[in-house]
């Protein structure tokens, strides 16, 4: 099956960890993305791959870094200096068409951080 | 920061009634607009899109309607069934070469 994977499912971090979310997909897909999710603020995103090598950050990118050296794979690790890290995160890819990275986005189920 | 703006936040359809979501964008450089549906606990998936060289797409009890002057598109869900209460998000092209930028979403609710 074709699809993207996300683990773990849930996570829980004590204050002051660094906590790292995986992020696997066999679509064959160039781009990446990772957003979180808080209630009533939809989705934001952190961080977007383009391709292998290379990132750019997203609207909230302050406590959080990537690193993008396979296709198939986008960690993301969520430092101690994220002041409020407890969130739903979602991973996300897609196909670069062009430029613009307007290709249907296929959504991982989430992993759920909560710190104690 | 370019925005989409989603309307409302939150919807209550009585079963067999129409559903109606509203989203206005920024200016963009191409014209792509999806809408994605998400059940709680799950990542969101992709329900409708449409690239407007027409201004209407539909599929099932989905449509999209787009009114590129007004820089507004929205979703129209006919005879809303209780298994579509979701949380349902616009989205828009940002910039070349950057992500979709998302509406804040709005939770629908369809009362049996």
């Known amino acids: 099956d074709g699809g993207i994977t996300q683990s773990p499912k849930y996570l829980f971090r004590k204050e002051g960890q660094n906590v790292t979310l995986s992020c696997e997909q066999n679509?064959?897909?160039?781009?990446m993305y990772w957003y979180r999710q808080d209630p009533g603020q939809g989705l934001r995103l952190i961080y977007y791959?383009?391709?292998?090598?290379?990132?750019q950050k997203g609207d909230i990118a302050e406590g959080y870094s990537v690193s993008r050296e396979k296709k198939e794979s986008f960690p993301l690790t969520v430092t101690s200096a994220q002041k409020n890290p407890t969130a739903f995160y979602l991973c996300?890819?897609?196909?670069?068409?062009?430029?613009?990275?307007?290709?249907?986005?296929?959504f991982g189920p989430g992993t759920r951080l909560t710190v104690l | 920061q370019q925005q989409v703006k989603q309307s409302p936040q939150s919807l209550i359809v009585q079963k067999g009634g129409i559903s109606i979501i509203n989203c206005a964008y920024e200016?963009?450089?191409?014209?792509?607009f999806p809408w994605y549906q998400q059940f709680p606990g799950k990542g969101p998936a992709l329900l409708i899109a449409?690239?407007?060289?027409?201004s209407e797409k539909k599929e099932g009890r989905f449509t999209i309607s787009f009114n590129k002057s007004a820089k507004q598109f929205s979703l129209h869900i006919m005879d809303s069934q209780p298994g579509d209460s979701a949380t349902y998000f616009c989205a828009s092209p940002g910039q070349a070469g950057t992500a979709l930028i998302f509406g804040k979403g709005t939770t629908l609710s369809v009362s049996s």
């Open positions: 996300a890819s897609s196909s670069r068409t062009s430029d613009y990275l307007t290709d249907t986005q296929y």
């Open positions: 200016n963009t450089a191409f014209d792509y």
């Open positions: 449409i690239r407007p060289d027409v």
């Open positions: 791959s383009q391709i292998v090598n290379d990132f």
């Open positions: 679509l064959n897909h160039d781009a």
